[in-house]
């Protein structure tokens, strides 16, 4: 039962994104309702990554719920960075290669930092 509300919150997060995209029109919108849709597709891509890595990577040596959720927060900003800087017409190679590296530093410093530990 826990599984299916885990799921059923970025499924009701999708609806909300399917609903704004379609329903409005991005020249006649406010910067606010343009801004929406990118912190919803990151909730949504948050919360999956995280189930992901619960259901899975534990049981191929696990990670602390703490780092879990850095992770997570990690892996689901990448991409949503990638469409923000699309959107506004500046995603360039060095754009991914500077995004690829502060990843991996976020990455190597979420394992070492002792906070995280549970």
């Known amino acids: 039962m826990k ?9 009701v997060v999708l609806i909300v994104l399917l609903m704004i995209l379609t329903l409005t ?3 006649k919108s406010s910067l606010v309702l343009l801004i929406v849709p990118f912190i919803l597709i990151y909730i949504i891509l948050y919360e999956l990554i995280r189930l992901i890595l619960k259901y899975y990577v534990v049981r191929l040596g696990g990670t602390k719920n703490k780092k879990r959720a850095f992770f997570s927060a990690i892996i689901a900003a990448v991409p949503v960075l990638f469409l923000v800087l699309q959107s506004i017409g500046q995603l360039t190679a060095r754009d991914v290669i500077t995004l690829a590296i502060i990843a ?12 995280l530990r549970d």
């Open 25 to 27: 029109n991005p020249q």
């Open 3 to 11: 599984f299916i509300k885990k799921i059923l919150f970025p499924l």
């Open 104 to 115: 991996v530093v976020l990455g190597f410093y979420t394992t070492r930092f002792s906070f």
